[in-house]
């Protein structure tokens, strides 16, 4: 079955700076990612997916990630964290037409002044 | 983009009583729809697997008979938490997937269960 693995349930970067959070997945066939975000007593909103197509995948708010069937990673990065930022991020994967979708455990990204 | 409501967004309830949950895609018909569940500071753990006009199936652990899910239309599937107990206490979240081929789940805006 698939996973992923979400290195680092908490990152804190300051306003600005550069925003990294990690996923590493596990699949049996080539796998669909994404990332979704998710604000405090919401729902999840999708910031961006990976379908086979591009490896490198733009979202929205300026994030994007890159897919790197080497390392089986689909880490999120974002140029310039904003305040507005800071929320819980999710890292999933399905499998192909397999519609079911396994959530990584999160990591809840601070934006300091 | 596709939209999915839930409703309510948020209940309360008493230990024993059953509350159901409903999951509505509004602009796009779903064949299949997901039922996951959030504890706070957790990640969503998918429960059950629902399509339309079969019976859902339920993830390893998860009671069938606790929760009672009905997909009776393409735009609308149900989850009744039976015998609530504070224990069943969570955010619950459904997401509707596209019928048509595109690998894409819309997800709802989630509902707070609470029971006393």
């Known amino acids: 079955a698939q996973s992923v693995t979400q290195l680092g349930s908490h990152v804190s970067v300051s306003e600005g700076a550069l925003v990294l959070l990690r996923c590493n997945y596990s699949?049996?066939?080539?796998?669909?990612l994404f990332w979704y975000v998710q604000y405090p007593n919401q729902g999840l909103q999708l910031l961006l997916k990976y379908t086979s197509a591009a490896t490198l995948v733009k979202g929205i708010n300026g994030f994007e990630a890159e897919f790197k069937k080497s390392e089986t990673s689909f880490h999120l990065t974002k140029p310039s964290a904003h305040m507005s930022d800071a929320a819980e991020y999710f890292c999933a994967v399905s499998e192909g037409n397999n519609n079911d979708m396994r959530f990584g455990a999160g990591t809840r990204l601070t934006v300091k002044p | 983009g596709a939209v999915v409501s839930q409703h309510p967004s948020w209940v309360i309830c008493k230990s024993g009583t059953s509350v159901k949950i409903e999951c509505r895609s509004l602009?796009?018909?779903?064949?299949?729809m997901f039922w996951y569940r959030q504890f706070p500071k957790q990640s969503l753990m998918l429960m059950a697997t629902?399509?339309?006009?079969?019976?859902?199936?339920?993830e390893q652990g998860v009671e069938k008979d606790k929760f009672l899910i009905n997909h009776a239309s393409l735009t609308l599937s149900t989850l009744t938490v039976t015998s609530a107990h504070p224990e069943d206490s969570s955010f619950y979240i459904c997401?509707?997937?596209?019928?048509?081929?595109?690998?894409?789940?819309?997800f709802g805006p989630g509902t707070r269960l609470t029971v006393l």
């Open positions: 629902s399509n339309e006009g079969s019976k859902a199936t339920y």
């Open positions: 699949s049996s066939v080539p796998p669909y």
């Open positions: 602009d796009f018909q779903a064949t299949t």
């Open positions: 997401s509707a997937h596209t019928s048509g081929g595109r690998n894409e789940q819309f």
